[in-house]
């Protein structure tokens, strides 16, 4: 069985250490890059707070771009990668996909957080560090 890492990325320089991270550990393995588009993300930025077609699809090849630059570093590496792009909740897709899809670990990046912006904005770190079924290293 080849071991899988998931490493959950988004455009933060934390995800980009949770990758250089395991690039670091010279993984014999296949990492699996997934990157979570979260629909109340609509709320918290300036964009419309309509979910719609056209929001979808810009999320969609702003993540497509994001996972194809964490692949291209990771291959240059020398690693066995795939990228997947789900929607959903955040820590709740993590977890579910480490669940179903027989990793072994999940690497991701925290944004360090404390005092009301955690409180607030939840930490998605502790959260999968939480629930998940499979070991977390949480890289700050």
């Given at each position: 069985?080849?071991?899988?890492i998931l490493v959950p990325v988004d455009d933060s320089p934390r995800a980009r250490d949770a990758l250089a991270f395991v690039l670091s550990e010279n993984?014999?393995?296949e990492?699996?890059?997934l990157h979570v588009i979260d629909p109340l993300d609509a709320i918290y930025v300036t964009e419309p707070s309509v979910w719609d077609d056209r929001m979808i699809d810009?999320?969609?090849e702003r993540a497509e771009a994001l996972c194809s630059e964490f692949e291209a570093e990771a291959t240059r590496a020398g690693s066995a990668v795939r990228t997947v792009i789900e929607?959903?909740?955040p820590s709740r897709t993590i977890v579910s996909y480490a669940e179903t899809n027989d990793i072994g670990q999940i690497v991701l990046g925290?944004?360090?957080r404390s005092g009301l912006s955690r409180v607030l904005l939840g930490s998605v770190?502790?959260?999968?560090?939480?629930?998940s079924p499979v070991p977390v290293t949480i890289v700050r």
């Open positions: 069985m080849t071991r899988k993984v014999d393995g990492i699996v890059l810009r999320r969609t929607h959903g909740d925290s944004h360090g770190a502790e959260t999968v560090a939480r629930r």
